[in-house]
């Protein structure tokens, strides 16, 4: 087995290790190596990203779901769960004034709510393109047929996020109740990927029954699916789920693990995740100096913001959206880098 400085050396030339090289990286974890990780990773980001930041307008469409995900506030089995729908109407109006601050992506989030047909979404999707042209369109409606998949990107939406949780089946088990499978989930993923979505996938960092071994997994998965965008946040328990006494995820880990991903395919585009900075006040920041590029703040009336609680304690659920961004630039800024008025695709070769 290499040394861990090796091992470093090794993933920052190749982009790549072996699943039990990944697995000692992760169990290495240090301050010290955290620091090496992330110098690297910085690097590489700004030869391809300098310090810019882009920024993706998130519109919270409805919190109703037909799953049951374990660790998932919305689930439909929490009784507690205060239901809301955003009506077409009110979610073009979320993208018209993202567009005033400078938002030039629309990610549309929610649960798998039966209410967003094909219809209803592609109907969306060609509004906003035809209001806003210059802008991409980003889904995160969870598991859908491949037909659905290819009407949807027919009607205009550019990207597709969804997060695969676990690349481990055995894990996905444990975090997923059986009607759901993981075979599934990565044949969504494939599917969007033929079609031609730019594709995001993601994992929580420290969920139940996970270890260095599931994470190396999720690491190799990366590394050999090569996705667009990799979403990664600390798992936070919800008081309402069967994991509400189950420990949270680290932040220090997620950013430890951004830098790894970041040396991985140095191109991805990474959020600095909203769990990453409910977990730790200031860990959008840490994040992005550990090599993120990407924040997400919310469009969504505020209204309805506090019931959109995947994990309790989320922040920024009581400003208006113009607040967020104003509060985001100043602390941006103050790291030394900038958010710009960019689609911010990825950028290939
Ligand atoms: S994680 Fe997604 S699919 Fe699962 S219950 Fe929550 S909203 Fe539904």
Same mark, same amino acid.
Request: proline letters at 4%; charged letters at 30%.
């Given at each position: 087995?290499?040394?861990?400085?090796?091992?470093?050396?090794?993933?920052?030339s190749?982009g790549?290790? *072996?699943? =039990?090289?990944?697995a000692?990286?992760?169990?290495?974890?240090?301050?010290?190596?955290a620091?090496?990780?992330?110098?690297?990773?910085?690097?590489?980001?700004r030869?391809?990203?300098?310090?810019?930041?882009?920024?993706r307008?998130?519109?919270?469409?409805?919190n109703?779901?037909?799953n049951?995900?374990?660790?998932?506030?919305?689930?439909?089995s929490?009784? =507690?769960?205060?239901?809301?729908r955003?009506? /077409?109407?009110?979610?073009?109006?979320?993208?018209?004034?993202?567009?005033?601050?400078?938002f030039r992506?629309?990610?549309? +989030?929610?649960?798998e709510? /039966?209410?967003?047909?094909?219809?209803?979404?592609?109907?969306?999707?060609?509004?906003?393109?035809s209001?806003?042209?210059?802008?991409?369109?980003?889904?995160?409606?969870?598991?859908?047929?491949?037909? $659905?998949?290819?009407?949807?990107?027919?009607?205009?939406?550019?990207r597709?996020?969804?997060?695969?949780?676990?690349?481990?089946?055995?894990?996905?088990?444990?975090?997923?109740? +059986?009607e759901m499978?993981?075979? =599934?989930?990565?044949?969504?993923?494939?599917?969007?990927?033929?079609?031609?979505?730019?594709?995001?996938?993601g994992?929580?960092?420290?969920? /139940?029954?996970?270890?260095?071994?599931?994470?190396?997994?999720?690491?190799?998965?990366?590394?050999?699916?090569?996705?667009?965008?990799?979403?990664?946040?600390?798992?936070?328990?919800?008081?309402?789920?069967?994991?509400?006494?189950?420990?949270?995820?680290?932040?220090?880990l997620?950013?430890?693990?951004?830098?790894?991903?970041r040396l991985?395919?140095p191109?991805?585009?990474? /959020?600095?995740?909203?769990?990453?900075?409910?977990a730790?006040?200031?860990?959008r920041?840490?994040?992005?100096?550990a090599g993120?590029?990407?924040?997400?703040? =919310?469009? $969504?009336?505020?209204s309805v913001?506090?019931?959109?609680?995947?994990?309790?304690n989320?922040?920024?659920?009581?400003?208006?959206?113009? *607040?967020?961004?104003?509060?985001?630039?100043?602390?941006i800024?103050?790291?030394?880098?900038k958010?710009v008025?960019?689609r911010g695709?990825?950028?290939k070769e």
């Open positions: 087995m290499l040394r861990t400085d090796e091992l470093i050396q090794k993933l920052s190749t790549s290790l *072996e699943e =039990n090289e990944y000692q990286l992760i169990k290495d974890y240090s301050e010290a190596n620091e090496k990780l992330k110098t690297l990773a910085d690097a590489k980001r030869e391809i990203y300098g310090n810019e930041i882009f920024i307008g998130l519109i919270e469409v409805s109703i779901c037909r049951d995900c374990i660790y998932c506030g919305i689930r439909r929490n009784r =507690n769960c205060d239901r809301y955003l009506t /077409p109407e009110e979610i073009l109006a979320c993208a018209n004034s993202g567009y005033e601050l400078g992506t629309f990610v549309m +989030q929610g649960g709510d /039966p209410f967003f047909t094909d219809e209803v979404l592609e109907s969306i999707i060609k509004e906003i393109k209001r806003h042209p210059d802008c991409a369109v980003t889904l995160s409606m969870g598991e859908r047929s491949d037909e $659905s998949y290819q009407r949807l990107f027919d009607a205009g939406a550019d597709y996020l969804l997060r695969h949780e676990t690349a481990s089946k055995e894990h996905y088990g444990k975090l997923h109740p +059986q499978s993981y075979e =599934n989930r990565m044949r969504c993923l494939r599917s969007l990927r033929r079609i031609g979505y730019q594709v995001g996938c994992f929580m960092v420290g969920s /139940p029954y996970q270890t260095e071994i599931e994470m190396a997994k999720d690491l190799k998965f990366i590394e050999e699916f090569r996705p667009d965008m990799c979403g990664i946040g600390p798992f936070i328990p919800h008081k309402d789920t069967p994991f509400r006494d189950e420990e949270a995820g680290s932040a220090e997620t950013c430890y693990l951004l830098s790894i991903i991985i395919y191109r991805i585009l990474l /959020p600095a995740t909203t769990a990453l900075g409910t730790d006040g200031m860990g920041e840490k994040g992005i100096l993120a590029n990407v924040i997400m703040p =919310n469009l $969504s009336p505020v913001r506090k019931k959109y609680e995947l994990y309790d989320k922040i920024c659920t009581g400003e208006e959206a113009a *607040e967020c961004v104003n509060c985001l630039k100043g602390r800024t103050r790291i030394g880098f958010i008025t960019d695709d990825i950028r």
